[in-house]
């Protein structure tokens, strides 16, 4: 699966971004894509994600109230509405998808557990 991360960008506290995933390849074999972030010296961190079939939803608690993850299955692609950005969610996005099923959402949102990377997209929020 091959993936193309789009919309960062800058933004003030309190606003909004949207980002956009789209993949291409073995779609068909997709069973979650999600967005993980990442700023200097610290590890991915898992962000949100969709199940590719059902359509359930996952976030961190830091995001759950602002962030809204959605999916068109049609064109392959996967949406992260950002509301209410804080300067602490200034990082790198990157958007991924896995092709594995994993008993519980934990593992899911360790970076190990996905087998496909978008490049990432830099978000800044300004104070």
């Known amino acids: 699966v091959q993936l193309q991360a789009s919309g960062g960008g800058l933004v003030q506290t309190g606003g909004s971004l949207r980002l956009s995933c789209a993949a291409s390849?073995?779609?068909?074999?997709?069973?979650?894509m999600g967005w993980f972030r990442q700023v200097p010296g610290k590890d991915r961190e898992f962000v949100a994600r969709?199940?590719?079939?059902?359509?359930?939803?996952f976030y961190a608690d830091s995001v759950k109230t602002r962030f809204t993850i959605s999916s068109d299955k049609f064109k392959n692609t996967v949406t992260l509405l950002m509301n209410s950005l804080e300067p602490g969610d200034t990082a790198v996005y990157y958007c991924?998808?896995?092709?594995?099923?994993?008993?519980?959402?934990?593992?899911?949102?360790?970076?190990?557990?996905?087998?496909?990377w978008g490049q990432g997209t830099l978000v800044t929020v300004s104070s």
């Open positions: 991924a998808a896995s092709e594995t099923r994993y008993a519980g959402s934990w593992y899911y949102t360790q970076e190990s557990r996905w087998g496909s």
């Open positions: 390849g073995r779609t068909f074999s997709i069973v979650t």
């Open positions: 969709i199940n590719w079939r059902g359509g359930s939803v």
